[in-house]
T-cell receptor, first 113, second 117 residues
């Protein structure tokens, strides 16, 4: 158990819908990263938040957005869902701005039908 | 931009054997970190080992060790005395140091390692 929690574990929804994935980092970790794992694209970095502020964006679609709240949990919002958004979404946390070890949560499996 | 290449989609060895997984990367950065992550059937991503590019000494964690060749941009993982629980997808990953860890990890496509009893 990495100490990072993600909810829900599984999510099934229809095309065009909007969903929110939630992540709670390890106690004391200020950074949260979001990744997408799909058969087509492999593992891709989406976005990074540090202590409530966005630090870096990766291959994140405009239909996707994220935020980190004062209690440090983070949410990834996916809207106008398409079949190709079906994937495993991970969040990972690390201690601070310059910590290079990331600890992954168990992931949320999103299925878009 | 960085790229990470794992040229072995799948490998299979007998229990107790030693196996080496290959990884090459391309970057113009001089300071960076390299990682191996393990993803068992449970899908959990587990950090196996980390290597700082500025350290010449190869990292070791129990049965896991790396062969880091900076000039060749090669970072292979050796698993000694392999066990059934080592069966998993193994991902090589890169992170540049200059970004302060901001950019996230760049992953290879993975190698599916199967340990046969």
């Amino acid at each position: 158990d990495s100490g990072v929690t993600q909810t829900p574990k599984h999510l099934i929804t229809a095309t065009g819908q909007r969903v929110t994935l939630r992540c709670s980092p390890r106690s004391g970790d200020l950074s949260v990263y979001w990744y997408q794992q799909s058969l087509d694209q492999g593992l891709q970095f989406l976005i990074h938040y540090y202590n409530g502020e966005e630090r870096a964006k990766g291959n994140i679609l405009e239909r996707f957005s994220a935020q980190q709240f004062p209690d440090l949990h983070s949410e990834l919002n996916l809207s106008s869902l398409e079949l190709g958004d079906s994937a495993l979404y991970f969040c990972a946390s690390s201690v601070g701005r310059q910590s290079y070890e990331q600890y992954f949560g168990p992931g949320t499996r999103l299925t878009v039908t | 931009a960085q790229t990470v290449t794992q040229s072995q989609p799948e490998m299979s060895v007998q229990e107790a054997e030693t196996v080496t997984l290959s990884c090459t990367y391309d970057t113009s950065e001089n300071n960076y970190y390299l990682f191996w992550y393990k993803q068992p059937p449970s899908r959990q991503m587990i950090l196996v080992i980390r290597q700082e590019a500025y350290k010449q000494q190869n990292a070791t964690e129990n049965r896991f060790s790396v062969n880091f060749q900076k000039a060749a941009k090669s970072f292979s993982l050796k698993i000694s005395d392999s066990q059934l629980g080592d069966t998993a997808m193994y991902f090589c990953a890169f992170m540049r140091r200059s970004g302060g860890g901001a950019d996230g990890l760049t992953f290879g496509k993975g190698t599916h390692l199967i340990i046969q009893p």
